[in-house]
């Protein structure tokens, strides 16, 4: 079974934009991937496991916003540094614009 099968939620590629607020600020930044559950980013400086951040995802395709908060569940702090964030206690509404463009990106 590989890694992709064993996910919960379907994970894309997107072109969606995210502003990050934890430890740093990052403004207009490219997502790696993105599912209902969560989503990575490549950055200069990673946050530790643990760490809440505060999320706006920028979907340009759909004219929404979606602002949210989330918890790093993984990071690694060598080239390339990336990390992974889990959503926390999504509302119905950035569940549903999640879904929408998910689903327009799975086609």
Same mark, same amino acid.
């Given at each position: !079974?590989? %890694?992709?099968?064993? =996910?919960?939620? @379907?994970?894309?590629?997107? &072109?969606? +934009?995210?502003?990050?607020?934890?430890?740093?600020? +990052?403004?207009? /930044?490219? $997502?790696?991937? +993105?599912?209902?559950?969560? +989503?990575?980013? /490549?950055?200069?400086? @990673?946050?530790?496991?643990?760490?809440?951040?505060?999320?706006?995802?920028?979907?340009? &395709?759909? =004219?929404?916003?979606?602002? #949210?908060?989330? %918890? @790093?569940?993984?990071?690694?702090?060598?080239?390339?540094?990336? !990390?992974?964030?889990?959503?926390? &206690? #999504?509302?119905?509404? &950035?569940?549903? @614009?999640?879904?929408?463009? $998910?689903?327009?990106?799975?086609?």
């Amino acid at each position: !079974m590989n %890694e992709e099968s064993k =996910r919960e939620n @379907v994970r894309i590629q997107t &072109d969606a +934009l995210l502003d990050y607020t934890g430890t740093e600020v +990052l403004l207009f /930044h490219k $997502i790696e991937n +993105l599912s209902l559950g969560g +989503l990575s980013i /490549h950055s200069a400086s @990673v946050e530790p496991v643990g760490t809440r951040v505060f999320l706006t995802i920028n979907f340009p &395709d759909l =004219r929404e916003t979606v602002e #949210l908060e989330g %918890e @790093v569940v993984w990071s690694r702090n060598r080239d390339p540094r990336e !990390m992974g964030i889990r959503f926390v &206690d #999504l509302s119905s509404r &950035d569940e549903a @614009v999640l879904s929408r463009y $998910i689903a327009a990106r799975s086609q």
